[in-house]
């Protein structure tokens, strides 16, 4: 019996333990990794963060790279990783809940990934060339209904938010073109500016960013982007199209919610910096202030939306 308790209370001091050591999170340097390229909308967002998460963690932040597969190589790597919450990454939907419904192998499950906040979206733009004869939505759609596949669009990889918003406009508008995926935004531009690509559906920051060498044509959003106000929608030109990438935070499964909560809490923080808000929104970002349950649902949400849209993808 004394054995027993002997063990009871071992085990009772180690949770202590455990939760000690959580409680004081982080006490080292953390990983920050982005699943794309350099360059793109994710890495330009996090070496905006990457100062702020500083200050607030108290730790360094080290930014690094693991490229492939549309983020699936890295998000695959993460739910392998140690849950302690040394080690996170920027995650993007729709891809987290495409690329395991359309590929034979993704290396993940969408339920594995787990948000710890999402932080920002962007809407899909359609943008093409400013030496290009497309002039105007109307001009890129009478070609492509005259040239069935000869129109071909880059975007940033697969089973991505520009892959299925080209499939979404091509159904809305009667059209067929040719969709090429790309490691990332930032590596899709030198495509369309060197003309190995008829046109681009990328994103508002990419948009904004290359706004004087290429022209957009249409933005996926509800309403005009602030940082584009000339852009019309897809809307108010007739489509009913509203698409584009929501990107957070993730970390692998089992790690302690003490850990997820602080960094959640540090990501919104950030967010709520009004320096910060403004520079990231001048650019073409719209902050969104999901927490981990609220990222949960709409993860959720969107399983719901895009699994009915999964098998038009790659075609």
């Known amino acids: 019996m004394k054995t027993v308790k002997r063990m009871a209370v071992i085990l009772i001091v180690a949770l202590m333990c455990v939760g000690t050591v959580f409680a004081q999170y982080p006490t080292r340097p953390v990983n920050y990794i982005i699943p794309f390229n350099p360059g793109g909308e994710s890495d330009i967002f996090a070496r905006a963060q990457q100062p702020l998460l500083e200050k607030i963690l108290g730790q360094k932040v080290i930014i690094s790279y693991k490229i492939g597969g549309g983020g699936a190589l890295g998000w695959a790597e993460l739910v392998r990783t140690k849950p302690d919450g040394y080690t996170?990454?920027?995650?993007?939907l729709p891809h987290i809940i495409l690329q395991p419904l359309t590929l034979s192998n993704a290396g993940y499950k969408t339920n594995e990934i787990i948000p710890v906040y999402t932080f920002m979206s962007t809407p899909d733009v359609l943008a093409v060339s400013a030496s290009s004869p497309f002039k105007t939505l109307d001009d890129f759609v009478e070609y492509a209904k005259a040239n069935p596949g000869a129109v071909i669009v880059g975007g940033?990889?697969?089973?991505?938010?520009?892959?299925?918003?080209?499939?979404?406009?091509?159904?809305l508008a009667g059209i067929k073109t040719t969709y090429i995926p790309f490691t990332g935004s930032g590596d899709a531009i030198p495509a369309l500016l060197g003309g190995h690509v008829s046109a681009l559906m990328t994103y508002t920051t990419m948009g904004k960013q290359y706004e004087d060498q290429i022209r957009i044509l249409a933005v996926a959003s509800e309403e005009r982007v602030p940082s584009l106000p000339n852009i019309p929608t897809f809307r108010e030109l007739g489509y009913d199209l509203v698409e584009g990438a929501y990107r957070g935070a993730a970390v692998p499964p089992n790690t302690p919610e003490s850990v997820i909560n602080v960094l959640a809490q540090a990501f919104e923080k950030i967010n709520h910096d009004a320096e910060f808000a403004k520079r990231m929104e001048a650019n073409g970002f719209k902050l969104e202030f999901y927490g981990p349950k609220e990222s949960a649902q709409l993860v959720a949400d969107k399983i719901k939306a895009y699994t009915p849209l999964a098998s038009e993808l790659g075609k």
């Open 156 to 171: 940033s990889a697969s089973a991505s938010a520009n892959e299925i918003g080209l499939v979404m406009f091509n159904k």
């Open 88 to 92: 996170f990454m920027g995650y993007n």
